[in-house]
């Protein structure tokens, strides 16, 4: 920061601090988009200089559709089905070779990325303190500013002080923050350490904001991107234009390019934003009579067009200014940064599955690991930024965010990452010829995947609202938030495995021609309906949310420590609508009520059909099969059908959270369904074995949750809009409506 030769705010401030801050969500955007981006240009090396001919080996060796499902005649002609199974072998085996040399060389890359990276850190505050011919400044040089810095330091809070340097024969008057990790360095000019003496008050200014770097723990951040985007440019960019053909570089130039860019930008917002947040952990500490306003304001205002706007790496001098008086802009979550966060997802995801699919073994494995990790980045990244901006919309100094605009910048910056990524690039026919694009199943799993965003936003977005709210009394609202990304990393995962599981069954059965595709999705969908994961998470994203309920004491209008920058007496009171939003209460009786209503009704229905059809047709004989799968299906569309109504009629009269309260509805009565149903099995001759009683609830509870889903969200979209209408009619109040 530099200064050259405004009061205190006249409102309460946001605690900026009070969750994770935006450096560190664009940090981690930062490594998402750095790796996925490297991985495809490694990746693109391993394909060309090894793999290409290898790949076109193995496609010999692959069983022929004909073989796999051809025509009734074809299949006789296959007197010896282990010709079948040796091909099949033998295909995988060279496949699972080439994917490992391809893995081999990913691994060396990023290897080498990392070890230039960390050299490039280790070696930054040599070269800057050389440069700026940099000394120690002891205490014989200037004995008060060496006593003012110590004193600095411990108003910042920093366990240990930093290294100070100055460099004597330097007349400007700027200060810097560097060093390794762990041994942080502040240098100083000449020109500044005279201008303690001249105006002692800027020359605590911009020291302040120095400490405040350090305070905020974004040196390492910040170094770690610089270090990061010039070795991203010299062991995996560089490398991959020189290396690769130019009948590659002509046809994908623009893929590269753009990831390029993307890398660029996502390093220039790390340095941008951390500039922001170390002038307000320094306005803290400025006292009213600070001169940390009018150092900002002095600072030279450059005239930039639109490319040099984002391409630059510290804010203007109006930016800075306004976010000391008003810290709304830090809790913003706009549609193009989570655009952003699902490109750079998207990007890496693919690429990692393919470094994952040589490591470790089975694809259902691979799927998991790799949709946990992209899981839980995605929910630090954007659930990070939804619950900034939930606390600012509590507090009524930011919009609401809006589900639908989210939810679809998610989906939509995903699929556009997919397209980035090297494996679009192959199979749009590159390498090993064109392929049936399945364009009407990419769709369909498009749409699911949008709705699963939108749900996912959705739930962070109630989440926050109700933790928030419940925590304003708190110490901190941090277990809350961490516990929160708990489940939604969770969710993220299940939807992300399940969606890249069922899309490679897609591309291989259709893309095939292989027959029985519809009853296969139909199978997989009936098996996940009983597994033990599934139906956790389900109960999660109700649970958790309602859990709030009981962590609600009497409103208390002192806020905690947390809430806002100033202590009191500066912020006085909680906002009176975060004090109403703490009051709405929660109705889980009444939930509960209507699933024991639910349960119930099943439970008449259910006995009344079996036992009628118990004594009305006897069993007998291999039939008895085929009406017990009939009866078995019947009594659980039967359970779903009665968990839909008595779950609407939950969400349609509970006004706050009524999705919620449906799912808590819909799972009470699941529980009594599954009760009754063993219960009668028992009576009637069967048994109750713990796989069979655990295959029933999961599937009642699992079925009844999924189905009532969409009912729930038009419910709660259509209560959303009539709250609105009533706040325009004058109706004021805060409710959170999910």
Not at 102 to 115: C, D, E, K, R, Y
């Amino acid at each position: 920061m530099s200064s050259d030769k405004a009061s205190a705010p006249s409102k309460f401030r946001l605690n900026p601090f009070s969750l994770p801050s935006d450096t560190g969500c664009r940090f981690a955007l930062l490594i998402v988009t750095v790796f996925g981006s490297s991985l495809f240009m490694y990746n693109g090396l391993a394909l060309h200089k090894l793999s290409v001919r290898a790949y076109q080996q193995c496609l010999a060796l692959e069983p022929s559709a004909a073989e796999v499902s051809g025509s009734t005649a074809g299949l006789l002609k296959l007197k010896d089905p282990s010709v079948l199974i040796a091909k099949s072998r033998a295909f995988a085996s060279c496949v699972r070779g080439v994917q490992r040399s391809s893995a081999i060389w990913m691994l060396a890359g990023l290897a080498v990325l990392l070890l230039v990276t960390l050299s490039i850190v280790w070696f930054i505050p040599t070269v800057k303190t050389r440069r700026g011919r940099l000394v120690p400044l002891s205490l014989e040089d200037a004995p008060e500013v060496a006593a003012s810095l110590e004193s600095m330091s411990r108003e910042a809070g920093l366990t240990r002080p930093p290294r100070f340097l100055w460099s004597p024969l330097n007349t400007a008057s700027t200060g810097l923050a560097f060093g390794r990790p762990g041994n942080p360095c502040i240098a100083l000019t000449g020109g500044l350490v005279t201008q303690f003496y001249t105006d002692p008050m800027a020359f605590r200014a911009v020291l302040l904001h120095e400490l405040a770097h350090i305070r905020n723990g974004d040196l390492n951040k910040t170094y770690f991107a610089v270090a990061t985007w010039y070795a991203f440019l010299a062991v995996a960019l560089a490398p991959f234009l020189v290396a690769m053909s130019w009948d590659f570089l002509s046809a994908q130039i623009w893929r590269v390019l753009v990831l390029g860019l993307l890398v660029y930008l996502s390093r220039t917002a790390v340095l941008r934003v951390r500039e922001t947040y170390a002038d307000v952990r320094a306005s803290v500490w400025d006292t009213p009579a600070g001169a940390l306003r009018r150092v900002i304001a002095a600072l030279p205002e450059p005239r930039e067009n639109i490319w040099q706007k984002w391409l630059r790496v510290h804010p203007t001098a109006p930016e800075r200014s306004n976010a000391l008086d008003n810290t709304e802009n830090l809790f913003e979550v706009s549609f193009w940064e989570t655009l952003f966060a699902g490109v750079a997802a998207g990007i890496a995801f693919p690429n990692f599955m393919l470094l994952m699919q040589a490591v470790v073994p089975g694809a259902i494995q691979t799927a998991v690991l790799a949709s946990l990790v992209f899981a839980a980045l995605l929910s630090g990244i954007v659930g990070t930024r939804i619950w900034r901006a939930s606390l600012a919309a509590l507090v009524a100094i930011g919009p609401a965010s809006r589900v639908t605009q989210l939810g679809f910048a998610l989906a939509s910056g995903l699929l556009l990452g997919l397209k980035f990524s090297l494996s679009a690039a192959f199979s749009s026919g590159l390498l090993m010829g064109a392929k049936n694009p399945t364009i009407l199943w990419d769709f369909l799993l498009a749409i699911v995947l949008l709705a699963g965003c939108m749900l996912f936003v959705r739930w962070e977005i109630v989440s926050a609202s109700t933790w928030l709210t419940a925590s304003v009394s708190a110490r901190s609202p941090r277990a809350a938030y961490v516990a929160a990304q708990i489940v939604s990393t969770a969710f993220l995962a299940l939807v992300f495995g399940s969606l890249f599981v069922v899309w490679q069954v897609g591309q291989t059965y259709l893309s095939g021609g292989l027959p029985g595709f519809a009853s296969l999705i139909a199978m997989g969908f009936l098996v996940s309906l009983n597994q033990p994961t599934f139906s956790l998470v389900l109960m999660a994203l109700w649970a958790f949310p309602l859990a709030a309920g009981f962590r609600r004491g009497p409103p208390d209008p002192r806020p905690s420590s947390w809430l806002f920058l100033e202590p009191s007496p500066v912020a006085t009171a909680v906002p009176a609508n975060l004090v109403s939003a703490n009051r709405a209460p929660l109705q889980l009786s009444s939930a509960l009520r209507l699933g024991l209503l639910g349960g119930v009704v099943f439970c008449i229905l259910h006995i009344l059909i079996r036992f009628a059809g118990h004594y009305a047709s006897p069993p007998s004989g291999a039939s008895n099969e085929s009406k017990l799968f009939f009866l078995y299906y019947s009594q659980i569309l039967l359970a779903v059908l009665i968990q839909i109504v008595v779950a609407g009629v939950a969400a349609a009269r509970i006004s706050n959270l009524p999705l919620l309260h449906g799912l808590l509805a819909a799972f009470s009565g699941a529980c009594i369904m599954t009760a009754a149903f063993l219960v009668t099995n028992l009576l009637l001759g069967g048994t109750i074995g713990l796989t069979f009683a655990s295959d029933v609830f999961q599937t009642i509870v699992n079925a009844g949750a999924i189905c009532f889903l969409p009912v729930g969200l038009l419910i709660s979209v259509f209560r959303t809009r009539t709250d609105r209408l009533r706040q325009r009619d004058g109706h004021h109040g805060v409710s959170v409506v999910v």
